[in-house]
Antibody, heavy 119, light 109 residues
Framework: QVQLQESGPGLVKPSGALSLTCAVF?????????WSWVRQPPGKGLEWIGE???????NYNPSLKSRVAISVDKSKNQVSLKVKSVTAADTAVYYC????????????WGKGTTVTVSS | EIVLTQSPGTLSLSPGERATLSCRAS???????LAWYQQKPGQAPRLLMF???RRATGIPDRFSGSGSGTDFTLTISRLEPEDFAVYYC??????????FGPGTKVDIK
């Protein structure tokens, strides 16, 4: 049973950078899956941030593309998310999720990690 | 960019009643790439349906999905107490890989 666990600083200063990792347990990051990041601001809906394949190929939400970078570390079986130049609007719960190809849905989710942008 | 609209925003029902949730796309999409998720407070989303009508592993058969083109529906045949939650539809497309609808909250009447 694959499990995902997000981790990272819970508080980031405005104009700084947010860095999160998603560790994969019970499975390989090199499986035939994409790995996505999704965020949810307090009281709001879900926003897809981007995804990565184990080869390093990425896709990003155009609305965030200029500030976001997703990377993969196969030796650690984890993916990482970096968001630069953060503002209060980046305050959210950040989730990583496994994407099943063919039908392209997210079948395994981490529990999420809360990031607050504040001075 | 394809936009997903969900209606109603809130659905107030009693346990045992039937819930019908709508997800509408701004242009015709492949039903293969339409999924539904359930989210309870403080929890991550949980996959319910994929390919518009295929139940995910472990999802009870009171949940069903249907639709094609621009209109998709999630139906809960008889609401159980644990079904009161927010439901999101999600679309995969080449232009913007993943788009979520704004959600429908099903709450207890």
């Amino acid at each position: 049973q694959v499990q995902l666990q997000e981790s990272g600083p819970g508080l980031v200063k405005p104009s700084g950078a947010l860095s999160l990792t998603c560790a994969v347990f019970g499975g390989s990051i090199s499986s035939s899956n994409w790995w996505s990041w999704v965020r949810q601001p307090p009281g709001k809906g879900l926003e897809w941030i981007g995804e990565i394949y184990h080869t390093g190929t990425t896709n990003y939400n155009p609305s965030l593309k200029s500030r976001v970078a997703i990377s993969v570390d196969k030796s650690k079986n984890q993916v990482s998310l970096k968001v630069k130049s953060v503002t209060a609007a980046d305050t959210a719960v950040y989730y990583c999720a496994r994407v099943q190809m063919v039908y392209y849905y997210m079948d395994v989710w981490g529990k999420g990690t809360t990031v607050t942008v504040s001075s | 960019e394809i936009v997903l609209t969900q209606s109603p925003g809130t659905l107030s029902l009693s346990p045992g009643e039937r819930a019908t949730l709508s997800c509408r796309a701004s242009q015709s999409v492949s039903s293969n790439f339409l999924a539904w998720y359930q989210q309870k407070p403080g929890q991550a989303p949980r996959l319910l349906m994929f390919g518009a009508s295929r139940r995910a592993t472990g999802i009870p058969d009171r949940f069903s999905g249907s639709g094609s083109g621009t209109d998709f529906t999630l139906t809960i045949s008889r609401l159980e107490p644990e079904d009161f939650a927010v439901y999101y539809c999600q679309l995969y497309s080449l232009s913007l890989p993943f788009t979520f609808g704004p959600g429908t909250k099903v709450d207890i009447k």
